[in-house]
């Protein structure tokens, strides 16, 4: 599998080096979810839109054929960070931006990432000898769960952040931040039984999103004005 560099740092966001369980440390490529991670706070799946094949990737001394994992692939984050420091920064050859994550024949996982000066290698333990992803699928949305949906951009997420450290007096963020969502319905009676009301929800409605931080000395309301996609 090729991991794009980008793909990789964004889900190492919901990583805690800090942590004490194992599975916070690392982040998982997935053969069929992308590479995932989570904290135990915050869970993400990210996916390359269009991956490289295999065969693209440049051949590595050292480094026996490989073939898709099987199954999820830990990787530590400071195994990361080393790798992600081995990729090519700037150069015409997109695919050395991109870790490559394998199996060979005998079971050994592989990371691999090259500038085409300095490759790194990592050996990543099977994960019966390392951390093993939580499962996930019990959290993440369901498809046929009704949803309402409004796109918030990232930087005033970073200032709510900051709000609510200020308003907490505690940097790192650990206490909550309430969002309230405004559901837009429609209420309709059927012309064949009018006694009866169909509740739906209104289409194409933009809604500011409500938050407010209680702290200890302060409180803070506010609002997301609506942010189109």
């Known amino acids: 599998m090729i991991i794009s560099r980008q793909a990789l740092k964004a889900a190492a966001v919901a990583c805690d080096p800090s942590e004490s369980r194992y599975f916070a440390r690392s982040v998982f490529v997935t053969p069929a ?34 073939q ?19 990729t090519a920064k700037r150069s015409p050859v997109p695919i050395l931006s991109s870790i490559r994550v394998g199996e060979s024949a005998d079971g050994q996982r592989y990371a691999v990432a090259t500038d085409l000066q300095a490759p790194m290698v990592a050996k990543v ?6 951390p093993v992803l939580p499962e996930l ?27 609510a450290a200020i308003v907490h007096d505690n940097p790192k963020g650990l206490q909550g931040i ?19 009301d169909r509740v739906r929800l209104a289409a194409g409605c933009d809604t500011a999103i ?19 996609e």
Do not use: Y
């Open 137 to 163: 699928a019990r959290v993440w949305l369901k498809a046929d769960v009704p949803v309402v949906r409004v796109t918030i951009a990232g930087a005033m997420l970073a200032r709510l952040a900051k709000i």
């Open 178 to 196: 309430t969002l309230s969502i405004p559901i837009p319905i429609v209420i309709d009676s059927p012309d064949e039984r009018p006694e009866v």
């Open 33 to 66: 979810d992308g590479v995932q991670a989570t904290d135990g706070h915050i869970a993400v799946k990210v996916s390359d839109r269009s991956p490289f094949p295999d065969t693209d990737f440049p051949t590595v001394d050292g480094v026996p054929e490989l």
């Open 125 to 130: 333990a099977p994960t019966a000898d390392g």
């Open 68 to 86: 898709a994992p099987a199954c999820n692939v830990p990787i530590p984050v400071d195994t990361l960070d080393r790798l992600i420091k081995a």
């Open 210 to 228: 409500g938050f407010k931080v209680n702290g200890s000395e302060v409180t803070a309301d506010g609002v997301f004005m609506p942010c189109r």
